[in-house]
Structures are given as structure tokens and as C-alpha cells.
């Protein structure tokens, strides 16, 4: 019984501890935004990796998402009449929630899991002690242009995907659902509002921030050899999905709830 | 008379419960190649991260030129360093001369001309030109190495480390290496503590040496007096001797 409270009070103790080191490395990783040297270079390649080829990804998601939506708010609208409503739900659905949501964890899926294994296995091959030895801080060098990249790329993904998911919808409500296009645009632009747009964006910011920083934290931090590596990447992965999950209820709550 | 350019003293390891460093006082005078031998596993490499700060030690003292190293700012000391990793550590996302010139470049050297540096400085270490472009992973073990202390040397460092330079090389290539780092210190005045298990390397590049063994400098001196130098563990290391005062379980 002691033992069993002794284990328990050291696993906290050890989750405190780790989660106090985790906060001062998202710390220390911030305020390098402020500090010179900055890497330019790094971040170019950031910036290409994360937005830019994240395109076709978040594209696909959001453009079969958006049609599936709209043949389930017309099935579902059907039941008491309100089927017309499906342009505004698919707005709105893409919009505050669907667009932020499914590039988030698209972007934990393929970013988080590559800056995980990638700098997981700079730290086991010596690489990242390398680059100290050559003077150049990893915070700086390895961690911040991810982080500034994902958190400036992916509200860019989100209104992307957010424009591409309206779409889907548009492709199967005029296809298939009989709407007329001009009216389904019309009813989709009037009905959004910019509080939709500035929550899409803001989350959008707050889930690249995340799923990059569980990648830096994890593939920093990793342990020994091909299963460090391992371990490193799926730790990372499941922290990122966890977090955006967590973090859109917050942030759901913050703009709309009122 | 000044202060050691390296000095470590009272140097404490520990993994768990295996102590790798038990102690360590060791001084480097400025200009001075010191090489460093011992048995595989004993803690060599250990010993060059702690000098270095990749390894925070368990107890001791680490001063270069007379100061603590942890209190020294990147200028006085990491900004002079040049360090052969053991495994090479050759960043494998950037192809060969990106890495040769990686304080070059960061510094902001044209690349035009960081790139014909970095293609000298492969020269020196008998790589040809053709192989700067290459990445890491299409290099031999051997040439991995190489270009890994064309790195090391590239920004002409004021303290050069080097674990196993010669470890997998021919011996003309060998011989080329051992020169070079020589040379480092004898023609740029650097500070040089190099690992080896090589004994041609022990001749060429050594000033002092020192033996390591149970977490502790068992015996240091001239380079000239290994091979009469009246001491069991040295005596055995030289005759690669399973018998002796240094076990071969470890
Ligand atoms: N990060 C680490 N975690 C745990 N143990 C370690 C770590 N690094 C080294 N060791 C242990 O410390 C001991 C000394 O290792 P070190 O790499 O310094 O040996 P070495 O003298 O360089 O050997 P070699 O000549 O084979 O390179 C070994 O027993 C090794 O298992
Ligand atoms: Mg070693």
C-alpha cells in the first residue's frame, strides 16, 4: 500500500518535473524570437515544407470533407424540412470548425511526425551536438524557424482548406443535391461573418504552434537508437492531435461561446 | 606562467550506477597536442563532451584558459572549437561542402567562395573536389570521416578535438591525418586533444599522453617515453597484451 502511494506520489513528481521542463523549453524556444542570430535560410526551408507541400494534403481532406458534409446536412435537413439551410451549415461547419480541426491534425499527421523523426535522429547520430560544437544554438538554429513556419503557414493551410472544403460542398450541392450555383455562393458569402474567418485563422496559428513544438519537444528530447527514434515520433504525434483536440474546445469556447 | 588552455580537475562521471569518470585532473599547456589512450569503453569519448559542455559532469571543474567553462560566452570558446565526433556526426541533410562550410556559411561568407574553401579544406584531408557535392550517406565510412574533420579544421580552430581520427582509414591515409592534425598545432598554434587507439597517431601527433583506465588517468607523459615508460598499464596497451592491470572484460 505504501509502496503503491510512494509509486504513484514518484510518477507525479516525475510528470511534474517533465512537464516543467516542456513549458521552459516552449519558453526558451519564444523568446529566441527576439534574440538574434536568426536563420533565414532555415526558415525559407520551413516554410516550403510545412505550407506549401501540406497543400495537396489539406486540399484532398478538405474537398472530400466538404462534400460529404453537404450530403449529410441534406439528409439531415431533410427530416423537418430545412434541407435549404446546406450552404450555410457547410460554411460554417468548414469554417469555425472542420477546415481548423482537419488541417490541424493533418498537419500533426504529416509536419509533427517529420520534425519528430528528423531531429530524433539528429540527436541520436550526434548531429545536434554537432551543430553546438560548431557554435550554433539548436534552439535557434533546428527549433524556432519550425516553430515561426507552422504557426505563420498553417492559418494560411486553414483558409485554404476552409475555401476548398466550401467548395466540396458546392460540387456535390450542385451536382448532386440540386441547388443553383449563384444562389449557393450567394447564401454561402452572405451567411459568414468575420468572427468565422478570424477564429479559422487563429486556430489555425495556435494548432501549428502546437503540432510543430510536440515535434521539436519529442525529436529534442529523444532517447537512444532506432526505437529512441520510434518512440520520439509517435509520442509527438499523439501529443499534437491531443493538444489541437484540447485546444480547438478552448478556443471554440473562447470566440463563440456568449 | 599562464594558465592551461585546458584544465579539468576532480572530473566525475557517472551513467547509473557505472562510473565512467572517477576524477579526472588533467592540464593542457596552450599550443600543446595532448593525446589521450586507453581501452574501448573506458570513457574517452565521455571525457571530450564534458570539456566540451555536451555532457554536464557529476563533479570537477572544467577551465579553459584559466576560466570555467560554463560561465565562458560562445566567442571565448565554442566559436575556437573544432571537434571530430567519433561517429563523424555529419549533418545528412546538407551535402559535403555545406557542411565543411557550415561556420563559413553561417557567417555569412559569399557561397561562392565558401563552397572553393570548403573544397580546399576537403583537399587537405584527401578528398577530391568531386565528392563535395555528394551527401553524407553516398560517402565511404572512411571518407565520412574525413570530410567530418575537413569540418572540424575548416574555421582554422584555436582548440581541436579529435575522437579516433584514424579509426577505419588506411595507413597512407592514416599518415595524412596524423600530419594534418599535427600540423594544426604546429603551424596554427592550436590546442589539440586527440583519442586514439592507434599507435603511429600516439607517435606523430602526441606532445604528452595519457593513459585512461577505471575512470582514471593511470599515467601521462611525454610521447617519446611510451615505449619505455616502466608502467604496467602503458606497457600492456602498447603490446596489445590480454595480460596486464587492465581487464579485458568491459
Ligand atoms: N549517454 C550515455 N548513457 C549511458 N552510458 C553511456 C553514455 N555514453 C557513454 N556511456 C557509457 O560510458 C562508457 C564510456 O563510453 P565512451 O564512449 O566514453 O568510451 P570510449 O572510451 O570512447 O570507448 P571507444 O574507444 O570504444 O570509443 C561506456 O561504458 C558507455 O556504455
Ligand atoms: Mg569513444
Same mark, same amino acid.
Given at each position: 500500500m505504501i509502496a503503491l502511494l510512494a509509486r504513484i506520489g514518484a510518477w507525479t513528481l516525475g510528470g511534474?518535473?517533465?512537464?516543467?521542463?516542456?513549458?521552459?523549453?516552449?519558453?526558451?524556444?519564444?523568446?529566441?524570437?527576439?534574440?538574434?542570430?536568426? +536563420?533565414?535560410?532555415?526558415?525559407?526551408?520551413?516554410?516550403? $515544407?510545412?505550407?506549401?507541400?501540406?497543400?495537396?494534403?489539406?486540399?484532398?481532406?478538405?474537398?472530400?470533407?466538404?462534400?460529404?458534409?453537404?450530403? $449529410?446536412?441534406?439528409?439531415?435537413?431533410?427530416?423537418?424540412?430545412?434541407?435549404?439551410?446546406?450552404? $450555410?451549415?457547410?460554411?460554417?461547419?468548414?469554417?469555425?470548425?472542420?477546415?481548423?480541426?482537419?488541417?490541424?491534425? /493533418?498537419?500533426?499527421?504529416?509536419?509533427?511526425?517529420?520534425?519528430?523523426?528528423?531531429?530524433?535522429? /539528429?540527436?541520436?547520430?550526434?548531429?545536434?551536438?554537432?551543430?553546438?560544437?560548431?557554435?550554433?544554438?539548436?534552439? !535557434? +538554429?533546428?527549433?524556432?524557424?519550425?516553430?515561426?513556419?507552422?504557426?505563420?503557414?498553417?492559418?494560411?493551410?486553414?483558409?485554404?482548406?476552409?475555401?476548398?472544403?466550401?467548395?466540396?460542398?458546392?460540387?456535390?450541392?450542385?451536382?448532386?443535391?440540386?441547388?443553383?450555383?449563384?444562389? +449557393?455562393?450567394?447564401?454561402?458569402?452572405?451567411?459568414?461573418?468575420?468572427?468565422?474567418?478570424?477564429?479559422?485563422?487563429? !486556430?489555425?496559428?495556435?494548432?501549428?504552434?502546437?503540432?510543430? =513544438? /510536440?515535434?521539436?519537444?519529442?525529436?529534442?528530447?529523444?532517447?537512444?537508437?532506432? /526505437?529512441?527514434?520510434?518512440?520520439?515520433? !509517435?509520442?509527438?504525434?499523439?501529443?499534437?492531435?491531443?493538444?489541437? =483536440?484540447?485546444?480547438?474546445?478552448?478556443?471554440?469556447?473562447?470566440?463563440?461561446?456568449? | 606562467m599562464s594558465a592551461p588552455a585546458i584544465e579539468t580537475r576532480a572530473l566525475r562521471k557517472t551513467f547509473g550506477d557505472l562510473r565512467v569518470l572517477d576524477g579526472i585532473d588533467l592540464a593542457v599547456a596552450p599550443g600543446e597536442s595532448l593525446v589521450v589512450i586507453g581501452g574501448s569503453g573506458t570513457g574517452k569519448s565521455v571525457l571530450l563532451k564534458c570539456i566540451l559542455g555536451l555532457l554536464q559532469p557529476d563533479g570537477g571543474t572544467v577551465r579553459i584558459e584559466g576560466r570555467s567553462r560554463a560561465a565562458l560566452a560562445p566567442r571565448d570558446f565554442l566559436d575556437r572549437v573544432g571537434m571530430l565526433f567519433q561517429g563523424g556526426a555529419l549533418f545528412d541533410s546538407l551535402p559535403v561542402w555545406q557542411n565543411v562550410a557550415f561556420r563559413h556559411l553561417r557567417d555569412g561568407m559569399a557561397r561562392v567562395e565558401a563552397r572553393e574553401r570548403a573544397i580546399e579544406t576537403l583537399g587537405r584531408v584527401g578528398l577530391p573536389p568531386r565528392t563535395a557535392d555528394l551527401y553524407p550517406a553516398e560517402l565511404s565510412g572512411g571518407m565520412q570521416k574525413r570530410a567530418a574533420l575537413a569540418r572540424a579544421i575548416a574555421a582554422e580552430p584555436a582548440f581541436l578535438f579529435c575522437d579516433e581520427p584514424t579509426a577505419g582509414l588506411d595507413p597512407i591515409l592514416a599518415g595524412v591525418i596524423n600530419r594534418l592534425i599535427r600540423d594544426s598545432v604546429d603551424r596554427l598554434g592550436a590546442t589539440a586533444i586527440t583519442i586514439t587507439h592507434d599507435l603511429t597517431t600516439v607517435r606523430t601527433v602526441a606532445d604528452r599522453v595519457a593513459l585512461l583506465d577505471g575512470g582514471r588517468i593511470r599515467w601521462m607523459g611525454p610521447a617519446a617515453a611510451i615505449d619505455h615508460s616502466g608502467d604496467a598499464h602503458v606497457e600492456q596497451f602498447v603490446a596489445g597484451s590480454d595480460r596486464g592491470p587492465i581487464s579485458t572484460l568491459r
Open positions: 511534474l518535473a517533465g512537464l516543467g521542463r516542456f513549458a521552459a523549453f516552449a519558453g526558451a524556444a519564444v523568446t529566441h524570437l527576439v534574440r538574434p542570430p536568426f +536563420y533565414g535560410r532555415e526558415l525559407a526551408v520551413a516554410l516550403l $515544407q510545412i505550407g506549401w507541400l501540406s497543400l495537396p494534403v489539406v486540399g484532398l481532406t478538405a474537398l472530400f470533407t466538404g462534400g460529404a458534409l453537404a450530403l $449529410q446536412i441534406y439528409a439531415g435537413g431533410n427530416r423537418f424540412g430545412a434541407e435549404a439551410v446546406v450552404p $450555410q451549415i457547410v460554411a460554417i461547419g468548414m469554417v469555425r470548425e472542420l477546415g481548423p480541426v482537419l488541417v490541424g491534425l /493533418m498537419v500533426a499527421a504529416r509536419v509533427t511526425s517529420s520534425i519528430a523523426a528528423e531531429l530524433a535522429t /539528429m540527436r541520436v547520430t550526434e548531429q545536434i551536438d554537432a551543430l553546438v560544437t560548431l557554435s550554433t544554438d539548436p534552439m !535557434k +538554429y533546428l527549433v524556432l524557424p519550425r516553430l515561426l513556419a507552422a504557426t505563420l503557414a498553417v492559418p494560411l493551410l486553414v483558409g485554404v482548406g476552409d475555401l476548398i472544403g466550401i467548395l466540396g460542398g458546392w460540387i456535390v450541392g450542385t451536382g448532386r443535391l440540386g441547388f443553383v450555383s449563384a444562389a +449557393y455562393l450567394r447564401n454561402t458569402l452572405d451567411f459568414l461573418e468575420p468572427l468565422d474567418w478570424a477564429s479559422s485563422f487563429a !486556430k489555425g496559428a495556435v494548432f501549428g504552434f502546437l503540432a510543430a =513544438l /510536440m515535434g521539436c519537444w519529442f525529436g529534442m528530447t529523444s532517447g537512444r537508437g532506432a /526505437m529512441g527514434v520510434g518512440r520520439a515520433t !509517435k509520442g509527438a504525434v499523439v501529443a499534437a492531435a491531443v493538444a489541437i =483536440l484540447a485546444a480547438n474546445l478552448i478556443l471554440t469556447e473562447a470566440f463563440f461561446s456568449a | -
